[in-house]
């Protein structure tokens, strides 16, 4: 089955967010409403989209967030940190490093330093 390209909105950024039990239970559910809230009332609702996400292996280290195409690994995340998030690396472009957990190399096309 071909994809329906006309049906893809050309989204600037993807978080994906686990919610998988270990991360659940750090409270990624509340952060992925918080950030839902925070991008739609920031007008990013367009821009930037948010999906849930099963485990992404780093249990010890959760609830972790990444962002593409950046390829931004985020740990230890709480609801406080969600508007800094948004602040500082979606709006401004400016990367977090005391949440940094991991940088994928090679990918991107981000200006981010």
Do not use: T
């Not at 990013?44 to 249990?59: A, E, K």
């Not at 979606?90 to 200006?111: E, F, M, Q, T």
């Amino acid at each position: 089955m071909k994809m329906d390209e006309s049906k893809v909105r050309p989204y600037r950024q993807h978080i994906f967010l686990c919610v998988d039990s270990c991360c659940r239970e750090k409270g990624s559910e509340g952060i992925f409403s918080a950030l839902s809230e925070e991008l739609k009332g920031r007008g990013l609702s367009n821009d930037v989209i948010i999906s849930r996400c099963g485990c992404l292996d780093q249990c010890e280290s959760g609830p972790m967030l990444v962002i593409y195409p950046e390829g931004i690994w985020y740990h230890n995340l709480k609801k406080e940190d969600v508007r800094r998030l948004v602040d500082e690396h979606l709006i401004k472009g400016n990367i977090l490093p005391d949440l940094v957990y991991h940088r994928v190399s090679g990918i991107g096309g981000s200006s981010h330093n």
